[in-house]
């Protein structure tokens, strides 16, 4: 089993920044791709970003598209979600999750293991 935890999550001024961070533990050699995915109240998770295993590749949902960034560090097992220009929009609740494909990945069910989110806010 792979184990998830995000951090980075409060609250922040329209324009703001803020740097979202995943933790991976376990049996993390299964390990593939990166994402991450939010989910607003009362709409559906939706994906943001994800990241290929080796980390040369990377693809973003148009709603993010140079405002987010998504890195990863295999060697300290982690995955970052740089947030920049943040709009009160992008209020979710953030989720990490990882998947067994090595390349970059869009959908819920092509990830296997999931964090239980951080809460981002912004105001306006």
């Known amino acids: 089993q792979v184990q998830l935890v995000e951090s980075g999550g409060g609250m922040v001024q329209a324009g703001g920044s803020l740097r979202l961070s995943c933790a991976a533990t376990?049996?993390?050699?299964?390990?593939?791709?990166m994402g991450w995915f939010r989910q607003a109240p009362g709409k559906e998770r939706e994906f943001v970003a994800s990241?290929?295993?080796?980390?040369?590749?990377?693809n973003y949902a148009d709603s993010v598209k140079g405002r987010f960034a998504i890195t990863r560090d295999n060697v300290q097992k982690k995955t970052f979600l740089q947030m920049n220009s943040l709009k009160p929009e992008d209020t979710a609740v953030y989720y990490c999750?990882?998947?067994?494909?090595?390349?970059?990945?869009?959908?819920?069910?092509?990830?296997?293991?999931w964090g239980r989110g951080t809460q981002v806010t912004v105001s306006s």
């Open positions: 999750a990882a998947s067994e494909a090595l390349v970059v990945v869009t959908t819920t069910r092509q990830y296997k293991w």
């Open positions: 376990g049996r993390t050699l299964r390990m593939g791709a």
């Open positions: 990241i290929s295993w080796s980390g040369s590749d990377t």
